[in-house]
């Protein structure tokens, strides 16, 4: 059964807005920290955000810093991601990770660190 449930992909413009959703349940409801990770077409996955949903405190990739906001809903076990002023280069696969592991510095940004993965959603951006 899967853990980890992403929607809200799809095909987007330049310049709007764009709001992942993940469904999280099974153990993954217990995970010191969820986030996101992302793929472009021959690349490796990179970080994008995370969150430790019992703490609160969040990190962003440089990439999308001034433009994203990650957070998580206790009450509907669902945790998102809003990225602002969407670009061409930003069109990839988006991954909803989840760690059990107590992670730092630039442990977070590793993609062995995080031990359940959904299954991605594709997310392209037109110019």
């Known amino acids: 059964q899967a853990q980890l449930v992403e929607s809200g992909g799809g095909l987007l413009q330049t310049g709007v807005s764009l709001k992942l959703s993940c469904k999280v349940s099974g153990r993954t409801l217990y995970s010191y920290a969820l986030g996101w990770f992302r793929q472009a077409p021959g690349n490796e996955r990179e970080f994008v955000a995370r969150?430790?949903?019992?703490?609160?405190?969040?990190d962003y990739a440089d990439f999308v810093k001034d433009r994203a906001t990650i957070a998580y809903d206790n009450s509907e076990s669902t945790m998102s991601l809003q990225v602002n002023s969407m670009k061409p280069e930003d069109t990839a696969v988006y991954y909803c990770v989840a760690t059990d592991s107590i992670l730092m510095g630039s442990m977070w940004y590793a993609t062995y660190n995080y031990e359940t993965w959904g299954q991605g959603t594709q997310v392209t951006v037109s110019s």
């Open positions: 969150i430790k949903p019992y703490g609160g405190s969040d």
